[in-house]
């Protein structure tokens, strides 16, 4: 998501795109809030509310996430939410760049 956004817009674009036929057999979900506005605004408790929201359709992008945070703080508030993905067994990694993020989610996960 770029800018400035609520909780709920995440999750309406997220199934919007999980719905999409376009997107059946996904490798993974790159979440990247690089360009947000909105995550310094965020608390803890919505940061582990949206990580529990990512894990219950997390069997539509084969269960990995991709977490992209370009500075420290949205890169910890990322690191947060994988606690909470890899509490629900879901497996994640953070990253500040994009193309590593991308890298990784191509990479066989065996």
Known sequence: MIDLYV???IQKT????LADPQ????????????RSKSLRTRS????IAMGYFL?????????????VGFD???Y???RMGRVTLEHEGITSEVFREEKDARQW???DPS
């Open 44 to 47: 803890n408790d919505d940061i």
């Open 105 to 107: 989610l191509l990479e």
């Open 72 to 74: 420290d703080f949205p």
């Open 14 to 17: 997220l199934l919007q795109g």
């Open 23 to 34: 997107t059946s057999g996904a490798i993974g979900l790159l979440f990247d809030v690089s």
């Open 76 to 78: 910890g508030m990322m």
């Open 55 to 67: 894990a219950q359709h997390a069997d539509s992008y084969a269960r990995r996430v991709a977490l």
């Open 7 to 9: 909780p709920a817009d």
